[in-house]
């Protein structure tokens, strides 16, 4: 099994241009997450999706879009992309919570630099 | 904003001495989970303790839990160079919204 791999692994972008972050997971896990990290702030929750067809916002939505139209699949699109939207994304899945399983698996992320 | 703070925010330490973090939230919780990130890599899950729990061991690691403090220690017992990496507690609030927030972090670096 690959487990959770990201696409693309590092990519530069010029302010307002747009792009889109592919995660997928072949253990046929339930829940997935985006993070993202920045120095000093640790991990902060995006969007997170519980299931195929079904997505929600975390704790720093704004800028920001997914879609779950697969349930091995979790994409996370910038429209416009800013500076400050410069940080490592972490892709994250998980088993849910009636298979009494918490654990998430993460991909490598993916390293975003917006000039 | 962020559930967990760990503390201290760096900590380095001999090979062979017990590394301590510790993990502090602000919310009941139904679980706490601590996770390992090497250097320029995802994180990797280490252990949960569940809310009615008090105390995990698995291999080098303790874990212990106190809800009343709402606190959370992390201890690795005869540290290897291995074990040098940034260390995070995660919590999954008792409001069942699906969350896991983590917090910022702790950098453990073992001294040869």
């Known amino acids: 099994n690959a487990g959770v791999t990201q696409t693309p692994k590092f990519r530069v972008l010029k302010t307002g241009q747009s792009m889109t972050l592919l995660c997928a997971q072949d253990?046929?896990?339930?829940?997935m997450y985006w993070y993202r990290q920045d120095p000093g702030m640790g991990l902060r929750l995006i969007h997170y999706?519980?299931?195929?067809?079904?997505?929600a916002k975390g704790e720093v939505p704004d800028g920001y879009n997914v879609s779950r139209l697969k349930k091995q699949n979790f994409l996370l699109g910038l429209e416009s992309a800013a500076p400050s939207q410069t940080s490592v994304y972490f892709c994250?899945?998980?088993?849910?919570?009636?298979?009494?399983?918490?654990?998430?698996?993460f991909g490598p992320g993916t390293r975003l630099t917006v000039t | 904003s962020q559930q967990g703070e760990e503390d201290p925010q760096a900590l380095s330490i001999q090979e062979g001495e017990n590394a301590t973090m510790n993990c502090s939230y602000k919310?009941?919780?139904?679980?706490l989970q601590w996770y390992r990130q090497n250097s320029g890599r995802g994180l990797v899950h280490l252990i949960l303790?569940?809310?009615?729990?008090r105390e995990k061991h698995s291999g080098r690691l303790r874990v212990t839990l106190d809800t009343s403090k709402k606190s959370s220690s992390l201890l690795i017992t005869a540290s290897r160079a291995a074990d040098t990496a940034s260390y995070f507690c995660?919590?999954?609030?008792?409001?069942?919204?699906?969350?896991?927030?983590f917090g910022k972090g702790t950098r453990l670096h073992i001294l040869p």
């Open positions: 994250a899945s998980s088993y849910s919570k009636r298979d009494g399983s918490y654990e998430q698996y």
């Open positions: 253990m046929n896990h339930e829940y």
């Open positions: 999706s519980v299931g195929e067809g079904t997505t």
């Open positions: 919310t009941s919780i139904n679980n």
């Open positions: 303790i569940r809310s009615n729990e």
């Open positions: 995660a919590t999954e609030a008792m409001n069942r919204d699906d969350k896991i927030i």
